[in-house]
């Protein structure tokens, strides 16, 4: 294994609920619960589960575009979280985002040459004619001619967006790239040419992705390693093949069987939850799935389970295998 670029342990994020005609706390919604996993150099690390299981939460977290409640981020060798602006802004010319929506994330007012150049602009990276040339570099590595520039974001299909997106993301050259759910907004002709594009472009710059998605199938085409989240926390993290194959996990097991399979022929036993999503504000005692889970045992309703390696390079936290 080559070695670590990002290490995250023990991260939390909390968003406190307040209410009363002072606005006192009166809650807190656990977005992110203890989380720890490592990125290595090179690999894409995909992380999966429901909506507000804290995945794009987590993904802020690690730039520092949300301040962590709690818990350690290091991106190469480096702890960032007690960082000041100044010294944050040298590491984020090395880590980088693609946002889900391209649309949002794209000034309406400025023409894609000046998107393109702002973080060139921001990092103090060369002259105005080297800029330039780079800029119209960059969208022709993207699949987009340099005659583009000129034009605004809402000239531009959602795919073609997305792409400008991804040229901003690259600009100042960065090691890893968290790209929050970059395909999920595009439909499923132009997603396979976004996956297609940014596995060429780790290829050609050396880049590692954590890939933050709900769609297992987009996930297990792009990922080395995947991640399972519930409820903030991590309950499965293994290789692609080894996690699609033999899932450990029950909510892991259910996620898969709910991927459609193109075979008329082929019988795939579902696996149904039952219940909603509990609340983040009010998750349940010990295993925070227990209250969806067909296994569920008496030690899963008072005792946390921990992320334990149950086979090389498989975690699965869950009481079946402790």
């Known amino acids: 294994m080559t070695e670590p670029l990002l290490q995250v342990k023990d991260l939390k994020k909390y968003f406190p609920i307040t209410g009363g005609v002072f606005s006192k706390k ?96 921001v990092h103090g990276i060369g002259s105005k004619q080297e800029r330039k040339k780079k800029v119209y570099e960059m969208l022709e590595v993207v699949g987009l001619g340099s005659y583009h520039a000129k034009r605004y974001p809402h000239q531009f299909s959602g795919g073609q967006r997305q792409r400008i997106g991804i040229a901003r993301a690259l600009m100042t050259r960065p090691k890893l790239i968290i790209a929050d759910e970059p395909v999920s907004a595009l439909d499923v002709s132009i997603q396979a040419q976004v996956l ?21 199938g987009v996930v297990r085409h792009i990922s080395d390693r995947v991640g399972v989240m519930y409820l903030g926390r991590m309950v499965e993290l293994a290789d692609s093949d080894v996690l699609y194959e033999s899932p450990k996990h029950p909510y892991t097991k259910a996620l898969l069987s709910a991927v459609p399979i193109p075979d008329p022929e082929y019988q795939q036993e579902r696996q149904l939850l039952t219940g909603d999503l509990p609340s983040p504000a009010n998750p349940p005692k010990g295993c925070a799935f227990h209250t969806r889970c067909s296994a569920c045992m008496d030690i899963c309703k008072t005792t946390r389970p921990t992320l334990q390696e149950v086979e090389k390079g498989h975690y699965v936290a869950c009481h079946l295998y402790q």
Do not use: W
């Open 196 to 216: 297609n594009l940014l596995e060429d472009l780790q290829k050609e710059f050396g880049l590692t992705y954590i890939f933050i998605a709900h769609d297992l």
């Open 26 to 121: 009166i809650g807190e919604v656990k977005a992110v619960d203890d989380l720890t996993f490592t990125v290595y150099k090179g690999e894409t690390l995909g992380i999966v589960g429901e909506s507000g299981c804290g995945k794009s939460t987590t993904g802020r977290m690690l730039l520092r575009l949300i301040e962590p409640t709690e818990g350690s981020i290091v991106f190469e060798n480096q702890e960032i979280t007690n960082l000041s602006k100044q010294e944050l802004r040298k590491v984020r010319r090395d880590m980088q985002m693609v946002f889900q929506d391209p649309f949002a994330s794209l000034n309406p007012r400025h023409t894609v040459e000046k998107i393109l150049e702002e973080p060139l602009v």
